[in-house]
């Protein structure tokens, strides 16, 4: 990829090598750091070492009171309902609180709404399954946040409603708009920082935490799959939940998360985010995409071998499904981008497609173009659409501003759902292109490093450091550094047009590699500078320093 510009954060030597010698971390960490705007001695150290000691779900509002009338119903034998929600978040979110109840004593049971017959959110659906069951309490999780019609219907029942939520609030003027619920249980409404990047998994952990401090660590695994499939930022106390899950799913206690693993051949000790974006969360997710994911939760939380096996083949037999459904609707895309798309700065398609894949299909798309997009699953009059975009693009946003020609949206900055009525979809694609034209055109494509620095400076020592970042995803990228001036030598082509090569400055020499840069424009010989993650290649038992090349160019000089 071509780049206008590389920009780096310039920070005072000085106080860089005060954190190094503090913390007894190299330079090129030290800068990594700084430039993610962690500059603290006791913040940088709180990041690289992440502690589930200092969090204290009470400090979100609601949470108190909702523990409170959850362990009143149980002492008096109220029926107790969970509303979640059809994906990876809301159903590690189900399983979590259903479970931490069960063991409680509640007599609880859950609902996972079907993606076409129900819809997102809390539906009447949910409402008239508590009331036959006799339900007199219902928690959502994951959702709920603008349901203000089912809320009242709840209430209107007798029902009380707990809302567990992680999606933005409803706001009109600057003024909060919260549905008639029991209490709320979202941190988008607090002002405590630490916990507004919580996913809806996140939530429904503190919740379960401040039920059960000491019972509530068991779950940290689907704590870790969940945040990770929702693409919330990885930093604070989501940082904090995952680095203690990792180990959780890398070698996994729970017997549904071994058989994820061997059903997905994720057998390695040395779990990467890949493993968990490509591998083990689009099984979660396929059921409530294109089928209904009541029976996921159930697979999560048993303990019994034959069922677990059952439901792991029916989970990979979906998955399945699932990419095959969505390569069908990618050649249509493909055919369609071909006749209608003419560069407009968002990409709004739509066509008699499954809703369950738009998301993903629109995460495919904007990986490609760069740039919000919509794709709307036609049914009768209405359109059910998903829509992703990139960070210069605040979607909750957009949408407020075309609420005229919407039904319904939620969601998040980046990624969201909305419906709208058939015809006004050319009028929604002109309004959405319209709002953000000036914007996405005169956004530059920049790379961002995290360090400037020599070649000298990068050894076996920086690799083993840029592990203590992990795990990477969200808002905490693979560190990328940035060096100028260097020689390229040996220089070929190899593999499937994959550049490899050494590159030598003042005297060190590393190997590189560049996969799918064949087409860069670079000389055996000439100077250039190089974007890359250091990494240690392991070759027949002997492990050397290797750079991953993210970008080059012609030295400027």
Same mark, same amino acid.
């Given at each position: 990829m071509q780049y206008s510009e590389w920009v780096v954060v310039k920070t005072n030597q000085e106080y860089l090598q005060y954190i190094s010698q503090s913390l007894n971390i190299s330079l090129p960490l030290a800068q990594v750091l700084v430039s993610r705007g962690l500059k603290d001695i006791d913040e940088i150290y709180s990041?690289?070492?992440?502690?589930?000691?200092?969090?204290?779900?009470?400090?979100?509002?609601?949470?108190?009171?909702?523990?409170?009338?959850?362990? !009143?119903?149980?002492?008096?034998?109220?029926?107790?309902?969970?509303?979640?929600?059809?994906?990876?978040?809301?159903?590690?979110?189900?399983?979590?609180?259903?479970?931490?109840?069960?063991?409680?004593?509640?007599?609880?049971?859950?609902?996972?709404?079907?993606?076409?017959?129900?819809?997102?959110?809390?539906?009447?659906?949910?409402?008239?399954?508590?009331?036959?069951?006799?339900?007199?309490?219902?928690?959502?999780?994951?959702?709920?946040?603008?349901?203000?019609?089912?809320?009242?219907?709840?209430?209107?029942?007798?029902?009380?409603?707990?809302?567990?939520?992680?999606?933005?609030?409803?706001?009109?003027?600057?003024?909060?708009?919260?549905?008639?619920?029991?209490?709320?249980?979202?941190?988008?409404?607090?002002?405590?920082?630490?916990? !507004?990047c919580l996913a809806g998994v996140g939530v429904a952990f503190m919740l379960a935490m401040a039920l059960n401090r000491d019972n509530a660590m068991e779950y940290l695994d689907l704590v870790t799959l969940g945040t990770y499939a929702d693409m919330v930022p990885l930093n604070t106390t989501n940082r904090a939940l995952i680095k203690h899950g990792w180990g959780l799913i890398e070698t996994p206690v729970r017997p549904s998360i071994k058989r994820l693993k061997d059903i997905t051949g994720v057998n390695s000790n040395s779990l990467k985010g890949?493993?968990?974006?490509?591998?083990?969360?689009?099984?979660?997710?396929?059921?409530?995409?294109?089928?209904?994911?009541?029976?996921?939760?159930?697979?999560?939380?048993?303990?019994?071998?034959?069922?677990?096996?059952?439901?792991? !083949?029916w989970l990979n037999q979906i998955n399945s499904l699932r990419q095959k459904t969505e390569e069908k609707i990618m050649q249509e895309v493909e055919e369609k981008l071909t006749k209608e798309f003419n560069d407009e700065p968002v990409i709004v398609l739509w066509g008699d497609w499954h809703p369950g894949v738009a998301g993903t299909v629109a995460s495919k798309l904007l990986e490609r173009f760069n740039r919000p997009v919509f794709i709307f699953s036609v049914q009768n009059e209405k359109a059910k659409g998903s829509a992703r975009s990139p960070a210069n693009v605040n979607l909750q946003e957009l949408l407020i501003n075309s609420k005229d020609l919407l039904v319904r949206f939620g969601g998040h900055k980046q990624a969201a759902g909305m419906t709208l009525l058939k015809e006004n979809l050319t009028k929604f694609k002109e309004k959405v292109c319209s709002i953000i034209r000036d914007q996405v055109l005169d956004d530059k494509n920049i790379l961002c490093l995290d360090a400037a620095v020599s070649l000298s400076e990068i050894n076996q020592k920086v690799t083993e450091e840029i592990k203590l970042l992990e795990p990477f995803g969200e808002g905490n990228r693979e560190p990328v550094f940035g060096a100028k001036d260097l020689t390229v030598v040996n220089l070929r082509k190899v593999g499937n047009n994959h550049l490899k090569m050494f590159l030598r400055q003042n005297g060190s020499t590393v190997s590189s590699i560049g996969f799918d840069m064949g087409e860069e424009n670079v000389l055996e010989g000439c100077l250039v500078d190089a974007a890359f993650t250091p990494t240690m290649n392991e070759w027949e038992g002997m492990k050397t320093l290797q750079l991953h090349l993210k970008a080059l160019r012609r030295s400027q000089g």
């Amino acid at each position: 990829m071509q780049y206008s510009e590389w920009v780096v954060v310039k920070t005072n030597q000085e106080y860089l090598q005060y954190i190094s010698q503090s913390l007894n971390i190299s330079l090129p960490l030290a800068q990594v750091l700084v430039s993610r705007g962690l500059k603290d001695i006791d913040e940088i150290y709180s990041f690289l070492n992440p502690s589930i000691d200092r969090i204290d779900p009470f400090e979100i509002s609601g949470i108190y009171d909702a523990v409170k009338i959850i362990n !009143q119903a149980i002492s008096n034998g109220v029926k107790i309902l969970i509303n979640g929600d059809y994906d990876a978040d809301g159903l590690t979110s189900t399983a979590i609180l259903y479970d931490t109840l069960h063991k409680m004593g509640a007599q609880v049971f859950y609902h996972i709404p079907h993606r076409i017959h129900h819809g997102y959110g809390l539906s009447t659906a949910s409402i008239e399954k508590a009331r036959k069951m006799g339900a007199k309490l219902i928690i959502t999780v994951d959702c709920g946040i603008k349901d203000f019609d089912t809320i009242q219907y709840a209430k209107k029942e007798g029902i009380d409603v707990i809302i567990t939520d992680h999606h933005e609030p409803l706001r009109v003027n600057g003024e909060l708009i919260l549905p008639d619920a029991l209490f709320i249980v979202n941190p988008k409404i607090d002002e405590n920082l630490s916990y !507004q990047c919580l996913a809806g998994v996140g939530v429904a952990f503190m919740l379960a935490m401040a039920l059960n401090r000491d019972n509530a660590m068991e779950y940290l695994d689907l704590v870790t799959l969940g945040t990770y499939a929702d693409m919330v930022p990885l930093n604070t106390t989501n940082r904090a939940l995952i680095k203690h899950g990792w180990g959780l799913i890398e070698t996994p206690v729970r017997p549904s998360i071994k058989r994820l693993k061997d059903i997905t051949g994720v057998n390695s000790n040395s779990l990467k985010g890949f493993h968990l974006s490509f591998y083990l969360i689009p099984r979660i997710n396929a059921p409530g995409r294109i089928d209904h994911a009541q029976d996921v939760v159930k697979f999560l939380i048993s303990e019994q071998s034959d069922e677990i096996e059952k439901l792991g !083949q029916w989970l990979n037999q979906i998955n399945s499904l699932r990419q095959k459904t969505e390569e069908k609707i990618m050649q249509e895309v493909e055919e369609k981008l071909t006749k209608e798309f003419n560069d407009e700065p968002v990409i709004v398609l739509w066509g008699d497609w499954h809703p369950g894949v738009a998301g993903t299909v629109a995460s495919k798309l904007l990986e490609r173009f760069n740039r919000p997009v919509f794709i709307f699953s036609v049914q009768n009059e209405k359109a059910k659409g998903s829509a992703r975009s990139p960070a210069n693009v605040n979607l909750q946003e957009l949408l407020i501003n075309s609420k005229d020609l919407l039904v319904r949206f939620g969601g998040h900055k980046q990624a969201a759902g909305m419906t709208l009525l058939k015809e006004n979809l050319t009028k929604f694609k002109e309004k959405v292109c319209s709002i953000i034209r000036d914007q996405v055109l005169d956004d530059k494509n920049i790379l961002c490093l995290d360090a400037a620095v020599s070649l000298s400076e990068i050894n076996q020592k920086v690799t083993e450091e840029i592990k203590l970042l992990e795990p990477f995803g969200e808002g905490n990228r693979e560190p990328v550094f940035g060096a100028k001036d260097l020689t390229v030598v040996n220089l070929r082509k190899v593999g499937n047009n994959h550049l490899k090569m050494f590159l030598r400055q003042n005297g060190s020499t590393v190997s590189s590699i560049g996969f799918d840069m064949g087409e860069e424009n670079v000389l055996e010989g000439c100077l250039v500078d190089a974007a890359f993650t250091p990494t240690m290649n392991e070759w027949e038992g002997m492990k050397t320093l290797q750079l991953h090349l993210k970008a080059l160019r012609r030295s400027q000089g």
